[in-house]
């Protein structure tokens, strides 16, 4: 597709619940990122993955948050034991990767936005 | 890791009003830095960027000059337009440690009024 598409584009959870947010990169990106967004905020990082390999999880806010990219492409974020404070939206971003990443443009999905009862 | 101060909104203006939004950064080395946009009820846009010192970004009638002295990459336009109102957010690239995290600021909104 010509963008970074996400899906569902609303989640509504009752606290308990697990849920999964999926990420469409962009075709032939390297680079996968996850945000997420609380209202009124910028976001923040909470995953990266080059290709396959999750090379950087250091923002997930807890062990209930899981992401995996298991051909390189397509991306799954998992919240398991979904909480109140989990509500926001989860923006996912890919990039080309040409020059290592340091100057590369991330582009960004249109967000799930995930609302926890 | 990095962190970045941007000008609180929201900031209403005329419409030809001359625009600045504020950012600076702190940060190991020397960044790449960006300005995002995010329209009402559209996601986040590329705006501008600049990937190394005294850079100029540019992209519809908005510039940014990387400034490392002043650890700044400060927003300017010369004549805002009602379809300028939105959500604006600067935000530099870590690329410590072979991970390239964007640090948002917490944007400032920007309102254009005719």
């Known amino acids: 597709g010509a963008g970074v598409s996400q899906s569902p584009r609303y989640k509504v959870a009752k606290r308990g619940q697990d849920v999964a947010l999926r990420c469409d990169p962009i075709?032939?990106?390297?680079?996968l990122f996850w945000y997420q967004q609380a209202l009124g905020q910028g976001p923040e990082f909470l995953t990266y993955f080059q290709n396959e390999a999750q090379l950087d999880k250091s923002g997930l806010p807890s062990d209930r948050f899981f992401a995996e990219r298991p051909e390189g492409s397509v991306s799954t974020l998992k919240i398991q034991r979904t909480q109140q404070e989990d509500s926001a939206v989860y923006l996912c971003a890919s990039s080309l990767d040409v020059a290592g990443g340091a100057t590369d443009t991330q582009y960004f999905g249109p967000g799930t936005r995930l609302t926890v009862l | 890791g990095n962190s970045v101060t941007q000008m609180e909104g929201p900031v209403t203006l005329s419409e030809e009003a001359f625009l600045t939004i504020n950012c600076t950064y702190t940060?190991?080395?020397?960044?790449?830095l960006f300005w995002y946009v995010q329209y009402p009820g559209e996601g986040l846009q590329l705006l501008l960027k600049?990937?190394?010192?005294?850079d100029k970004g540019s992209n519809k009638g908005f510039e940014a000059t990387y400034r490392k002295e002043t650890t700044s990459f400060h927003l300017e336009k010369g004549s805002v337009q009602v379809s300028d109102s939105a959500v604006y957010f600067c935000?530099?690239?870590?690329?410590?440690?072979?991970?390239?995290?964007?640090?948002f600021g917490k944007g400032t909104k920007l309102s254009v009024i005719p």
């Open positions: 940060a190991t080395g020397y960044p790449s």
């Open positions: 935000a530099p690239l870590d690329s410590g440690a072979g991970s390239y995290q964007l640090t």
């Open positions: 600049a990937t190394k010192a005294d």
């Open positions: 075709s032939g990106h390297v680079s």
